[in-house]
């Protein structure tokens, strides 16, 4: 008979998913404390603005001022407590599994170049000039799409409303992301009529967390490899 001897080692310490929870949070919370006018200030200082970084003179001129600054500090701002607790949530579910398997070194990188590279496609894509850009959607949607390259085969579980019961039930993963991902994709074309959301960065950032995180599993998987002597 033989009995599995539970190890010793620690599983490593998910810091990276509540330092980011913390700083939208903490973030947030500071701006509803500052006076109307500073608030505007802040969002117009710090938040990204569509019809820029479109020619080559516009990457240039963005080397000497705060532009590109823009596309990361932009994460950090939101309009109200809706739109915070919205990408807190998404944080959370998709954010803690990505790290316990990427690290949270990797899940930091993750986040901000993911959210970053989001806003990018926003500015690019939304032809009206000066649209504030704000939020941690195209980073929380990076974390969505490694998600899905990390655990292709996983399921989550979904609240379904049966009359006057609710019916927890667990359905793939691939599903449910695969149809909200469809969704950016058809709003994308007729967003105006959705709401003024910058729905080509959750598209941007949900293909650079695939591909960030079928990089990340591929480096991770030769690593372990390499430890085994294989």
């Known amino acids: 008979m033989f009995v599995a001897i539970p190890s010793r080692q620690k599983p490593p310490v998910r810091w990276a998913t509540p330092l980011m929870f913390a700083a939208l949070w903490g973030c947030f919370t500071w701006a509803t404390l500052l006076p109307q006018s500073a608030q505007r200030h802040l969002l117009l200082e710090w938040g990204a603005l569509s019809g820029g970084l479109t020619t080559p003179a516009d990457w240039y001129a963005a080397l000497f001022d705060d532009s590109l600054l823009r596309l990361m500090s932009a994460l950090f701002l939101h309009a109200d407590w809706a739109h915070l607790l919205g990408n807190l949530v998404f944080l959370l579910i998709f954010g803690l599994p990505a790290e316990r398997t990427m690290g ?4 930091l990188l993750l986040f901000l170049l993911g959210g970053a590279v989001a806003n990018l496609a926003a500015v690019i894509a939304i032809a009206t000039p000066d649209r504030l ?3 941690a959607s195209g980073a ?9 390259a990390l655990f292709p085969g996983a399921k989550l579980g979904l609240v379904v409303p049966l009359g006057l019961f609710l ?10 992301i695969g149809v909200w991902a469809l969704l950016q994709l058809v709003f994308t074309f007729i967003g105006p009529a959705f709401g003024a959301v910058a ?7 949900f293909a650079f967390g695939g591909a960030f ?4 599993r ?11 002597g294989f």
């Open 199 to 205: 729905w080509s960065a959750h598209l941007a950032g």
């Open 133 to 135: 850009i704000i939020g």
């Open 213 to 216: 995180a079928l990089i990340a």
């Open 140 to 148: 929380v949607s990076a974390l969505i799409g490694a998600y899905l």
């Open 218 to 228: 591929a480096g991770i998987a030769r690593r372990m490899r390499q430890r085994r």
């Open 104 to 107: 949270p070194w990797r899940f």
């Open 167 to 176: 019916q927890f039930v667990k359905v793939p993963a691939a599903l449910l």
